[in-house]
């Protein structure tokens, strides 16, 4: 295993765990949140430039295909945030709403908190216990 899957895995999953531990925590305030950001042009653009950084620097430095599900992973982590920047930079403002709405995450925000916190263990399970 390379080691830069390995330290990607551990950052990453000890990020999405204590991402989907504060969603838990806190539904009230992050449906709030999310809300909040989609509905505001300058925190969206924040977002999505930071979004657009996070997935830059993950597929320019770990775009590996093969290796098993940890390294696949990691990389699709890498792409889907880099494909998440360059919508919400890129999309108005109307058309992100419409694509949030659709995402219902109110409704289903127990499968996103549940998406987040299995990736967080499964990246820190895999990546600790190499």
Do not use: D
């Not at 992050?30 to 989609?38: C, K, P, R, S």
């Not at 924040?46 to 990691?74: D, E, F, K, R, Y």
């Not at 919508?87 to 992100?96: A, C, D, H, N």
Request: one cysteine or more.
């Amino acid at each position: 295993m390379f080691p830069l899957t390995l330290f990607l895995a551990k950052v990453l999953g000890l990020y999405l765990l204590a991402m989907g531990c504060a969603m838990a925590a806190n539904k009230k305030a992050m449906i709030a949140t999310v809300n909040e950001v989609m509905r505001s042009p300058p925190l969206l653009m924040l977002s999505a430039i930071i979004a657009l950084a996070m997935g830059l620097a993950l597929v320019i430095g770990h775009n590996v295909w093969t290796g098993g599900a940890l390294p696949v992973i990691v990389t699709l982590i890498g792409w889907a945030s880099l494909f998440k920047g360059l919508v919400f930079l890129f999309i108005p403002g109307e058309l992100s709403l419409r694509y949030y709405a659709a995402l219902q995450y109110e409704k289903y925000f127990y499968v996103y908190v549940s998406a987040t916190l299995l990736t967080g263990i499964f990246l820190v399970i895999q990546g600790f216990a190499a």
